[in-house]
Every structure is written in structure tokens, then in C-alpha cells.
């Protein structure tokens, strides 16, 4: 009986939880809630310039296709199009070059840049980033092929 009553006594004391814990709960969980957004932000900022850097691959493999088989790169005027639809005047175009043309738009939904001949290489093809300004840091840097 003793053990019963010492049970009951237990039972009868708790109250739940004081409003000062309610919100200590609240706290913790808004501040968890915060760290882990910053660091998806974080991670999905770095995959898009990762993006980008393949993609980027993905044309200079499709430019190189094209000089093996027309003798030459496509023009500026010609642009990366000419990867995906043949170009006027091209006898030996065995394209398209591409699976898709949505590769010719970077991440940020900005279409690639591509100059031939180049200043910087050969031929120069880059995106500006995510603020579309030349230079910057982390994903507002430039993605380029004289970078990789």
C-alpha cells in the first residue's frame, strides 16, 4: 500500500509544463530551425555554381565535337546555338552537339557567354554568376572556362 500511495502522491504533483519552459522550447527550436536554413542556403548557392561548372564541361565537350567535325568552332555570331541547330554554310555539321538547349542557360537562368576567338583562351565561354556581374565571391564568382 505504501508504494501505492507514493505513486499517486507523484501523479497528483505534476502540473505539466510551466509557460517559462514552453518557451525555452520554442526558442531552441526557432534557433535550430534558423541555423539549419542559413545552411541549406548555403548548399544550395554551391550547387548551383557546381551546376554551372558541369554544364560549362558539357559545352566545352560539345565545342570540341564540333571543330573535329566542321574544321573549325562555331563563330560569336554563330553562338553556342550552332551546337544545337546547324549553322548556314556548314557542310560537315553532324549535330546536334546537345541533348538539350536548355543546357545554352546557366543555373541562373542566363544564357551562356561565348566569344571565338577568345581574349582570355581560345575561345572564351563563361557565366557571370549569380549576381550576372563580372567577378565576385562564392556563387556570385565568375564560372569560366579559363578557369577550369
Known sequence: MPIRRGFKALRDNENGMTLLEILIVMVILGLLA???SIQLMGYLGRAKSDTARLQLQELMTALDLYRIDVGRLPT???GLTALADKPPGTERWRGPYLRSKAIL???WR???R???PGIRAEYDLFS????GLAGGDNENRDVANWNE
Open 76 to 78: 560569336t555570331a554563330e
Open 128 to 131: 557571370f554568376g549569380a549576381d
Open 110 to 112: 542566363r544564357p551562356y
Open 114 to 116: 561565348y566569344q571565338s
Open 105 to 107: 542557360t546557366d543555373p
Open 34 to 36: 534558423t541555423l539549419g
